[in-house]
C-alpha cells in the first residue's frame, strides 16, 4: 500500500516566455486543464526581447497536437501560412552531386507479417534495380508537390502508408495558438522580467518581478525563455549537457526569400562545407537558413554562402544565431518545467524541436504535479526526456558519421566520429543482418532508419530470412507490383496547389 498523497491540486501555473514554446504550452494547458476548477494560466512576454523568430517545420507526430487541441487543419494551414511537408531531402550529404529522400510514413505494403525492406534487399540481390523511394508514397509525391490525405483505415491502398506534417510561418503559427490559448481564458502579460524570486528554504521560485514592478507568482512555473533557459538554468543553476563534440555546429543565419525554384511538398537540406543549408517552402515565401560549425566557418562566409544559394529574392536581414548542442540536466528542477530551447536544443536537421515541445507537454500531462511534487515522478520526466535527447542525437549523427565526403575539415571531423553506442549497435546491426533494432518507442521509426542509413550508403548485409514464404521470383513480382500501385496513386493524386485551393486553406 503507497502512503496517501500530501499536495493539492494547482491552481495557478506561470508559463514565462511566448515563443512558440510558451504558446504551444498556453493553448494545450488551458485545453487539456479546463477541468480544474478555478485554475489560473499566466504567460508572461516580453515583446522588447522578441523569439529566436526560426522553426518553420514540423514532423508527423505534430497532427496528434493538433487533434489534441481540437484545431481545423485547414483553417491552421491557411492561418499560418502552411504548406503540407511529406519529409526531408538530403542533398550533397552521402557524397557531392547525391540526393535522397527520408520521406514520412512507411516504404510498400504489408508484406506477410515481415518488415518490407527485408523484401526488398531480397530483391535487390535477385537482380531488381529499384530504388528505396520508388516505394513511398510520401516521398514519390512529395518529390512532385502532390498532397492528400492517408487513408490508414484501407491497407491495400498505397495512402494508408502516406506521413505528412507541416511548414509553417513561425511567428503566425505563435500568434494563432495565442488566440486559441487567450480564448480558453489565458492571462497574457506584457513585460520583461528583472527579477525571480525563490522560496528561502526550498529554492522554489514563488514569483517573477517585471520592469514596472508588478510581481507574478505561481505554483508551477513553466520556462520558456528559450536559450537564456532564464528559471532553469539561470536562477536553479541545472547544468548543461555539451554534445559540441558529435554536433559541432553552433551558429545559424536564417534569411527568408520570395518564393522560387521548384516546388516540393519538402523540406530541402543541403549540406555545405562546414554545415548544411535549410528551405523551407511556405505559401507565400520559403524559409532558408545555414547551420554551421564557427570553428570551421566564419559568420560572413556562412552569410554569403547562404545568400548566393537562395531561390528567390531576400525578404529580411540575416537573422543571426548561436547555440550549443546539448540538453539541461535536469528539464524539471524543484517547481520549474523547462519546455523548448531553454531545456536543450538539437540542431533541426530532422526539424525535432517543436516535437519536443508538445513531448514535453504530454510527459508533463502524465506526470501533472500536486503541490507537494513528488520526487519519484520528477526524476521519471526527466529521464524520458534525456532518452529522447539521447535518441534525436544518434539519428542525427547518423547524418553526419555515415558520410563519404572528404572535402573539407568539417566533413573529416564529422565522418572520423566514434559514433556512441546505441548508434554504434543499430549500425552493426544493419550492416550484419539488415535488421533495424527501435527500442523504447523512441521518436523515429524503422522506415526513418531505413531511409537515412541507405540514403547514407550503408549497405545491409542480408534479409531476414522468414520471408521465405514467398520465393524469389515471386518477390520481384510483389515489388513490381507495389511500385506501380504507389506511383499510379501519386498520379491521381492532386497537387498541393489544388489540394489547398479545394481545402480552402490557400492564402
Ligand atoms: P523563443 O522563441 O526564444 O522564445 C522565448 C520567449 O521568452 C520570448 O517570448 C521572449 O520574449 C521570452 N523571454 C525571454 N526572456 C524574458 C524575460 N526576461 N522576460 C520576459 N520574457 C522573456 N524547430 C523545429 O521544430 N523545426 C525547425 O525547422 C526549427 N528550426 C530551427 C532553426 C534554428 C536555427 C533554431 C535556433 C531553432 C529551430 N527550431 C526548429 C527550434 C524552434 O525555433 C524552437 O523550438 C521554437 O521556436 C521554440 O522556441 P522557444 O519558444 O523555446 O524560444
Known sequence: MTAAKTGKPIQSITIVGGGTAGWMTAAALSRLLSGIPGLSIKLIESEAIGTVGVGEATIPQINSFNTLLGINEHEFVRETHATYKLGIEFVDWTRLGHSYVHPFGSFGLDMYGIEFHHYWHRGLAAGDSSGLNDYSISGMAGKLDKFMHPQHNNPKSALSKLGYAFQFDAGLYAKYLRRMAETAGVERIEGKIVHVAQHSDTGFVTHVKLDDETEIGGELFIDCTGFRSLLLGEVLGVGFEDWSKWLPCDRAVAIPCSLGGKNEALTRSTARPAGWQWRIPLQHRLGNGHVYSSAHMSQDEATDLLVANLDGAPLA???????????????????????????????????????????????????????????????????????????????????????ERDDSEFWNYCRNLEPPSGLADKLEMFRSSGRIIREHNELFTEASWLAVMTGQGIKPGGWNTANSVIDDAETLKRLAHIRHVVSSTVQQMPSQAEFLAANGSAI
Do not use: C
Open 317 to 403: 536581414d540575416p537573422n543571426h544565431l548561436r547555440f550549443t548542442a546539448g540538453y539541461r540536466h535536469k528539464a524539471w528542477d524543484k517547481n520549474v518545467v523547462a519546455l523548448g530551447l531553454s531545456a536543450g536544443f538539437l540542431e533541426p536537421l530532422e526539424s525535432t524541436t517543436i516535437h519536443m515541445v508538445q513531448t514535453g507537454i504530454a510527459r508533463l500531462m502524465t506526470f501533472f504535479p500536486t503541490t507537494d511534487f513528488s520526487a519519484p515522478e520528477i526524476a521519471h520526466f526527466n529521464k524520458q526526456n534525456v532518452q529522447d535527447y539521447v535518441d534525436i542525437r544518434d539519428f542525427l549523427l547518423l547524418h553526419y558519421t555515415a558520410t
